[in-house]
């Protein structure tokens, strides 16, 4: 184990301590970036495009486990029919649209 460490320190009189720290923070950014950033900005696009795609007539999920037909869309709301109640949601807490779901949600 000693011997391990002695490998991982640089010797007397190079420099590339701080160059291996800047590649180790680049490292570490672009795997945040990769695992973390980009899919959820992939998520939010395609349900996006779920929701400008909502029509009138439409089976929806929303957030809160209520199932419904959607009876008119009015810019953010959307009105929608479950049963003998008819209510008003928000756009953007719709989670399924017929048999397509927004990504990275369990019903």
Known sequence: MHSLLGLMTPAAGQGGGMTMLLIQIALIGAVFYFLILRPQSQARKKHAEMLAALKKGDDVVTAGGLMAKVKSIKDDEVTVESGTST?????????QVGETSAPNTQI
């Open 87 to 95: 209510l008003v949601v928000h756009r953007a807490r719709i989670v």
